[in-house]
């Protein structure tokens, strides 16, 4: 800036006193800072204006969890979830881990249970906790049976872990009544809901005569989580992270096929009064 100055005429006697005292290093300093305290408060006071349109919100409020539109289009289904095995009947075990299989099978039952009910679906458990339903195996079975055959049930949805002889095996599974299309096509809907949730390669829905999806009139299906067998599944059944998008694809799958339905008496407008 003084080098501009020196380029339009002479200084006067004050002016060059004040031009050598701003020449010593300690002034320019002192000058330097003037001129960028000065600017940075010109700048401040510029932007004045942005600062005084309100103040802003101490916390942004959380978004819903569920859309209203979600719930009230499944409310009114009714889903029954059978965690399989129970109390004395441990199921099947881990080759390396040693895992119990009925825990497994209760925990992507619960998360399961809670996504459901988040879309507003009513969820019945056949067991609650660790226990079987009865001392024995047979009078469990019944008891269980009774539940998946309460009025007005939509769909039943067993959930288990597999194991085989052959250690290579791996991968999810469901299973339906043969000769039911209502079950193959429920089946077919949860196996490529998994598949695509795992990142899995297509399969489809398996016939089969089981318990669990023979003594129902409700279409349901027995789904297989993957291989207690294989090493490398046999750890991934028990990372949190996997029972979740198992429970996803699970969650997706019935969703897609309850779509597939009529609407539920408790959706229907109330019937018009006599004339």
Known sequence: MLLIWRNFGEYSHCEVICLKLLRSL??????????????????????LPFYRSGPLPAEMPALP?????????????IVVLDAGHGGADGGAVGTKTKVVEKGLNMTVTRLVQEELQAWGVRVLLTRTGDDALADTKKKDMQARKEIMNTAGVDIVVSIHMNKFTDASVKGPMTFYMKGSEAGKQLSEYVIASICERLEYPPRHGNPGDYFVVRETPAPSVLVECGFLSNAEEELLLQDSAYQQKLANGIVAGVIAYLQTLPCPASQLPPSPPPA
Do not use: K, N, S
């Open 65 to 77: 969890v569920e859309l209203p539109t979600q719930t009230a289009l499944m409310a009114g289904y």
């Open 26 to 47: 300690p002034w320019r300093h002192i000058f330097d800072t003037f001129c960028a305290l000065a600017l940075v408060l010109l700048l401040a006071y510029a932007a």
